[in-house]
Structures are given as structure tokens and as C-alpha cells.
């Protein structure tokens, strides 16, 4: 049996008790997870402050840079254990884990890597009462040990995009990956030793959130700033924690994400957009469509044909190459999952397509698969309009003027993502900029530009990351002023 243990200072430490990673696909244990306690996670920030006044605190920015770059060769050098870890922690098919998660975390780092050396300082020069001058500039300098806590839906992807500019801005780090996903955290042990990292500056600790690691990593007063991936609910909880020790947080939290399909849609280009907003990763991302607006004249058209997609994608084996769809994380989050299915019916929908359990007649029985699921007829305000599910799981809704479906899209007091489906480019223009979130996307989803500012309003998170947002999270700035 595989063991992940507490990485800290360059050594794996056991934990004070054992708990089993399951894979979802089959109900199989695949490993024993240690379990740090209060005293592991301290070691862990300890570690880290060590690291931090160490060697690693006294690299310029082009050599931590270079140490970056090494790190992303070392994750594609592991490619396969990497692909394999997380299809196994996950049940995420093993295309979409080599397409999407791997090599995206090689990614992380490149671009952190390249940006920390041309990012910009900020300069003024002042004009002082007196008519002379001062000269106001900026400089950056790290914040310290930050505490990183991520899910489990995207666990290295999600990881590395705050473990890369960290590290980039010359934090060192302490991790709490989720409980349910707690290997490729733990392989990326293996790259930062391999990547010549100083001991200290990358330490993982596994556990679960309250009263357990997570808790007491956000609690513990030696840790400088955190950065949290996960529920709305989750992050609420964190911020409480945090604020007796006035730390910075950066939060990306739930969404329950709406799509604009208009009658003038490129309707094939939008159906394949749609299928994967809606059912990618299992409908398992953050940024995932649960409402779909679509305009009259063509409703019934792509209701008939989102059923279409939804009914032929490929269900099954996550080591089968052409599994399109893998099983939910956990028995229970399928539970949670199933529950809105059921309400779904309570609260008067149509089941368009799914809606309930797959049989496969072999060992996936075992696992936690739910079938993907389009429903109709609900009210604007039923619940499984408002909550997130995070499942496999979209309600199409008709809208018969731009302002209405621009008004029903922002009626969520979330605010993570929106995409616009229309070959108008005024249009989309138009209604993209009065979305309420963070991130829309026009004829496309998911499309990435590591660069630009990601994250969401309200329930959706509090600040931004990505690009100069990054780096300006995981640093200080002490602005300077010299009278000329
Ligand atoms: P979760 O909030 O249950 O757990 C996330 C992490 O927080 C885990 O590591 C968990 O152990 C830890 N945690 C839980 N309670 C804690 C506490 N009190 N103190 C400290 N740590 C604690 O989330 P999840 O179920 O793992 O992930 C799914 C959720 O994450 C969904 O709501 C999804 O929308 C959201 N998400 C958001 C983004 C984004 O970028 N906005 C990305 C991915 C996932
Ligand atoms: O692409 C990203 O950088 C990112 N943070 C994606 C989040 C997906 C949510 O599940």
C-alpha cells in the first residue's frame, strides 16, 4: 500500500494518524494518508520561515526564475506518474488529465518564471509645494511563508498556480491539498528536491479542514498571507479564522455560472462550447455552466441537440482513452449530487436528459458515477437554479430579449464566470460588459491566458490572480520617496 506523507524540510514526516485516498472509480483505497496535527503543521511553518531567511531569501529574481523553469521540466519529466496520480485521486479521465492538468502545471511555473523578470515597477515623479521634486518608486519583496489550501477538482492544476508565483516572488510555501486528493502535492515533493529547491521553501501537509490541518495552518500566526481554492462556505470560515492575525487572503471560491445562447449563435461551435461548460471534469470546475439561457427561436433546437451530446458522451473507465466522463469525487458528493437531482424533480423540472445512476455491470459500480443531466421548467428561483451543485448538470432556460437574459444571468449572488454565445461582436461586447463576475467568456469557455486577471465577485472570491494580480498578492511593496 502507497503511503503520502507530510513533506517538511525536505523530509517526509508521518502524521499522527492514517486516513485511506480512494479512488472514486471504483471504490478502491489507494493509498494511506498521514494526518498532520497541530504540532506537523508548525513544524511545516517553521520549516518555511527557516527557508525563507535561508539561501532561498537571497536569490536574485533571474535565478529563482531559472529554479522555476527547472521545476516545470522536472513536472513534464514526470509526465505519466503525474497523469496516472491524478486520474487515480480524481477519476478524471485520463485525456482531459494529459490535455488540461499536467501540462498546465508546467505551465504555472514557465509563466510565473517569465513574468517575475520583466514585471514593471511603479514610478512617480512628484512635484513638491516648494517646486523642487521627488522621486516615488516602488520595490517588491516577498511576504514571507504563505499557506496555500486547495480542492480537489483540479488539485495540481489549481496547486500550482499559487505554488508557481509564490515562488516566484520569493515566498516559501506550506500546502494543504485537499484530503481527497492529496497525490500530486506529494510528487511535487519529488520535483522540488530533483529542481535543486532549498529545503523548507515548498512543504506539504495533509488533513482534512476543521480541526485538522487546514485549520490550523490558516490559524497559525507565523504564516504571512493565505491563498484559498474551495467553497464559498469554506472560505467564509477561513476569513473568520484569519482575521485575528489581520492576514491578506486571496480567495477563488464557488460560482453557479450562467451561459447566453443567442439565436445568431454559430450553433455547432456553441453546442460543443456548451457540452464541455456544462459536463467537462464532470462538471467538476469552478468555472462550469449550470444556466444556460437560451434565446426562443432556437431553444427547442439546441435542448434536442444539448440532449443529443449529453446522451453519447462516453461514460466509463478513466484509463480508457476515449472515457469522455469519469465519476464524481466522492460517495459523498454524489450524494450531494443526487440530492439535487431528486429536488430538481420536487421543484416541478422536466428531466431533459440523465438524472439518475449509470450501471455498468463491472467494477464501476462501485465508484461514484451520476449520469449527465439537462433539466428544463424550473423558476428562476428554485434552488437548483441559485445553489451550486458541481456536478454533470445544467438547467436551459428560454429568454426572449437581450436585457431579460442579461437580468436572469445576474440574479446569483455569485459571480465567478459568464459566457456569451452570439456571431453579433457588438453584441457580445455589449452583454459581456454588463456581467457581474469576474471572468466572461464570447464563443468560447475556458480559454486561458495565464496573464489576465482570474477570480470572482461576491460569493465568488475576494481579489484576483493571475498575471501582475499574482504577483502583486504574493508581495509586499514598499514605496520609496527621495526629494530631489
Ligand atoms: P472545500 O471548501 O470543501 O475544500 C477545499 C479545501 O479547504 C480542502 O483542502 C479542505 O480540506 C480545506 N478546508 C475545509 N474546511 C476548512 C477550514 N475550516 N479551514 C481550513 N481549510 C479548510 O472545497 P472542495 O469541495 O474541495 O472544492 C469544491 C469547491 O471549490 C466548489 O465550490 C468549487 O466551485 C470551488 N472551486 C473554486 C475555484 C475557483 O477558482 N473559484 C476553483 C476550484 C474549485
Ligand atoms: O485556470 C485557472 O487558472 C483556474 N484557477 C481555474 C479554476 C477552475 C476551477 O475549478
Redesign the pocket.
Known amino acids: 500500500m502507497k503511503s503520502f506523507r507530510n513533506y517538511i524540510d525536505g523530509q517526509f514526516v508521518r502524521g499522527f494518524r492514517e486516513f485511506p485516498d480512494i479512488n472514486p472509480a471504483d471504490g478502491t483505497v489507494i493509498a494511506e494518508v498521514t494526518e498532520a496535527d497541530r504540532d506537523i503543521v508548525d513544524q511545516a511553518v517553521q520549516a518555511a520561515r527557516k527557508a525563507f531567511a535561508g539561501s532561498w531569501g537571497r536569490l536574485n529574481t533571474h535565478e529563482r526564475a531559472a529554479c522555476l523553469h527547472k521545476i516545470a521540466d522536472a513536472i513534464e519529466a514526470r509526465f505519466d506518474r503525474f497523469v496516472a496520480a491524478e486520474v487515480a485521486d480524481t477519476g478524471k479521465p485520463i485525456a482531459l488529465a494529459s490535455r488540461l492538468d499536467v501540462p498546465r502545471a508546467a505551465a504555472n511555473f514557465r509563466v510565473f518564471a517569465d513574468l517575475i523578470k520583466t514585471a514593471p515597477l511603479e514610478s512617480f515623479q512628484t512635484e513638491t509645494p516648494d517646486g523642487k521634486n521627488a522621486l516615488n518608486y516602488a520595490v517588491r519583496k516577498p511576504r514571507g511563508v504563505v499557506g496555500i489550501?486547495?480542492?480537489?477538482?483540479?488539485p495540481l492544476l489549481?496547486l500550482t498556480w499559487k505554488v508557481a508565483p509564490a515562488l516566484a516572488c520569493g515566498n516559501t510555501v506550506v500546502v494543504?491539498?485537499?484530503?481527497?486528493t492529496p497525490a500530486t502535492a506529494t510528487l511535487l515533493s519529488e520535483v522540488m528536491k530533483e529542481a535543486g529547491i532549498p529545503d523548507g521553501v515548498y512543504n506539504v501537509v495533509h488533513?482534512?479542514?476543521?480541526n485538522?490541518a487546514?485549520?490550523f495552518?490558516?490559524q497559525h500566526p507565523d504564516v504571512n498571507a493565505m491563498t484559498?481554492?474551495?467553497?464559498?462556505?469554506?472560505?467564509a470560515?477561513?476569513m473568520k479564522?484569519v482575521a485575528a492575525s489581520v492576514k491578506p487572503v486571496s480567495f477563488?471560491?464557488?460560482?453557479k455560472n450562467a451561459a447566453i445562447v443567442f439565436a445568431d449563435c454559430d450553433f455547432e461551435e456553441t453546442l460543443s462550447g456548451i457540452s464541455d461548460a456544462v459536463f467537462l471534469n464532470t462538471g467538476?470546475?469552478?468555472l462550469c455552466a449550470e444556466r444556460v439561457y437560451v434565446e426562443r427561436p432556437i431553444f427547442d433546437r439546441f435542448v434536442g441537440a444539448l440532449k443529443s451530446k449529453a446522451e453519447t458522451l462516453r461514460m466509463g473507465s478513466p484509463l480508457e482513452q476515449s472515457t469522455q466522463i469519469g465519476p464524481l469525487i466522492s460517495k459523498q458528493?454524489r450524494e450531494k449530487v443526487l440530492s439535487y437531482y431528486k429536488l430538481a424533480r420536487e421543484e416541478g423540472a422536466t428531466v431533459v436528459a440523465g438524472g439518475g445512476v449509470p450501471q455498468f455491470g463491472n467494477a464501476l459500480d462501485h465508484g461514484c458515477y451520476v449520469q449527465p443531466t439537462i433539466y428544463t421548467g424550473l423558476r428562476e428561483s428554485a434552488r437548483c437554479v441559485k445553489e451550486?451543485i458541481?456536478g454533470p448538470v445544467c438547467h436551459v432556460a428560454p429568454f426572449d430579449a437581450e436585457d431579460e437574459a442579461i437580468v436572469m444571468a445576474n440574479d446569483t449572488r455569485y459571480g465567478?464566470a459568464a459566457s456569451i454565445w452570439t456571431t453579433n461582436l457588438k453584441r457580445g461586447h455589449r452583454v459581456a460588459q454588463q456581467m457581474n463576475v469576474g471572468i466572461t467568456w464570447v464563443n468560447c469557455w475556458f480559454l486561458r491566458d495565464l496573464r489576465t486577471p482570474?477570480?470572482?465577485v461576491g460569493l465568488?472570491?475576494i481579489g484576483r490572480e493571475g498575471g501582475m494580480h499574482s504577483l502583486n498578492f504574493y508581495s509586499e511593496l514598499n514605496n520609496i520617496c527621495i526629494r530631489l
Open positions: 489550501i486547495t480542492p480537489w477538482n483540479l489549481l494543504k491539498p485537499s484530503e481527497e488533513g482534512f479542514g476543521p485538522s487546514g485549520e495552518l490558516t484559498f481554492t474551495g467553497e464559498s462556505q469554506t472560505g470560515a477561513i479564522t477563488e471560491l464557488g460560482g467538476q470546475v469552478c458528493h451550486e458541481f465567478l482570474f477570480g470572482g465568488s472570491g
